[in-house]
């Protein structure tokens, strides 16, 4: 017999497998159809996004529900701070690393196509909507759903 899980934590639970699915399904369409290639900053967001779609999924699956639904926040909200310093990057509010990211293309020979691969710079902004970067969006959104999720946690708890 399973335990039943209140409606804030199911809420939850959903938030953290919702956002990072779509805010990594976003970063993949842009990369593969309107070829937006991540640069290394990009890359080390959505780590984190992995590590939480993959607790979010187990909580659906096994219980204790809560405990993998914090992490997963706590994975949403690192993806969230990786944004905000890639963000401070872009604006030149201070340096970021000093390695870039490249994409080799598959086949031929190997030298001549990481010799045309494109270098993508972490202080350059490839797109923006709104004023606000591909990084700053991610900050924006993880940051308010991993909050919101730790609070729908808290408030599904029985007194």
């Not at 401070?88 to 598959?106: I, K």
Request: overall charge positive; proline content about 6%; charged content about 10%.
């Amino acid at each position: 017999m399973s335990v039943p899980v209140p409606a804030p934590v199911r809420a939850a639970r959903a938030l953290a497998f919702l956002v990072p699915a779509g805010l990594l399904g976003g970063a993949y369409i842009s990369q593969y159809v309107f070829g937006l290639y991540p640069c290394e900053m990009c890359w080390w967001q959505r780590y984190p996004h992995f590590f939480a779609l993959a607790l979010a999924a187990l909580a659906f699956a096994r219980a204790p529900v809560r405990p993998l639904v914090a992490v997963a926040a706590l994975a949403i909200l690192t993806s969230g701070l990786i944004g905000a310093f890639h963000a401070g990057v872009e604006l030149g509010w201070w340096e970021g690393v000093t390695s870039c990211a490249t994409t080799a293309a598959g086949g031929g020979n190997p030298l001549d196509a990481i010799m045309a691969a494109p270098v993508i710079r972490c202080d350059i902004v490839q797109f923006s909507f709104l004023g606000v970067s591909m990084a700053g969006w991610n900050f924006l959104i993880s940051t308010a759903s991993a909050l919101a999720i730790l609070f729908l946690i808290g408030f599904g708890r029985k007194a």
